[in-house]
């Protein structure tokens, strides 16, 4: 039972516009959402989080919102860049054991 | 500050083989979680370690073991490795096993069971 879904395996877009990454899950005991960025060869990286008690949380280029009624989160990337290409990781915290419960990944291609 | 680091950094073995891959933990960070991520999946949560404490655990068979020692440092075991071992070994360190601690991961470990 997949309790954080990336439901779309791949996007691409074009430098300069707007990515949207977007993660559904099914847990209403989630109350802490993180994204992680994955370069090849390397462990991911730590980009962004957002608790519960917020809808909205940005930093920089980069801006997470969380709609808790749809059980429903999407990543934000503005303006794109060639350098933000790789795969993005939503992950949600249990807050009964504290585990991390990550999605499927989104593989990110930004078009010079 | 030093980062999570894992070694090795490849490893191949075979079926029935024993297997133990380790990492060092963030400088000030006393809690240590292990992921394996198969080709295409996210990072599944094996296990955590909090002050050399098993703080929780995923649904991995007992053949998946940990150890974290007094400097936070941390061991997984894999025993009796199966083909389905296969996978990328992460290891993630963080300030304490908490709500909204924000974990930071290693390079990982490839594993490779023939």
């Known amino acids: 039972d997949q309790q954080v879904k990336q439901n779309s395996p791949s996007l691409s877009v074009q430098e300069g516009r707007i990515s949207i990454l977007n993660c559904d899950y099914t847990?209403?005991?989630?109350?802490?959402f993180l994204w992680y960025k994955k370069y090849p060869a390397e462990g991911p990286t730590f980009l962004i989080s957002?608790?519960?008690?917020?809808d909205k949380n940005e930093d920089g280029r980069f801006t997470v919102f969380l709609n808790k009624s749809a059980k429903h989160l999407s990543l934000h990337i503005v303006p794109s860049q060639p350098g933000d290409s790789a795969v993005y990781f939503c992950?949600?915290?249990?807050?009964?054991?504290?585990?991390?419960?990550f999605g499927t990944g989104t593989r990110l291609k930004v078009l010079a | 500050e030093t980062g999570v680091t894992q070694s090795p950094t490849h490893l191949i073995k075979t079926r029935g083989q024993q297997v133990t891959l380790r990492c060092s933990s963030q400088?000030?960070?006393?809690?240590v979680s292990w992921y394996q991520q198969a080709l295409g999946q996210g990072p599944q949560f094996i296990f955590q370690?909090?002050?050399?404490?098993?703080?929780g655990r995923g649904n991995f068979p007992p053949r998946f073991s940990g150890l974290q020692f007094p400097n936070y440092s941390s061991e997984l075991n894999v025993n009796a490795l199966e083909l389905d071992d296969s996978a990328l070994y992460l290891c993630?360190?963080?300030?304490?096993?908490?709500?909204?601690?924000?974990?930071?991961f290693g390079p990982g470990t490839r594993l490779t069971v023939l």
């Open positions: 993630a360190s963080s300030e304490v096993a908490g709500e909204g601690d924000t974990q930071y």
């Open positions: 370690y909090y002050r050399e404490e098993e703080n």
């Open positions: 847990n209403s005991m989630f109350d802490y």
């Open positions: 957002i608790s519960s008690i917020k």
């Open positions: 400088s000030g960070h006393n809690t």
């Open positions: 992950a949600a915290i249990d807050s009964g054991t504290y585990k991390y419960i």
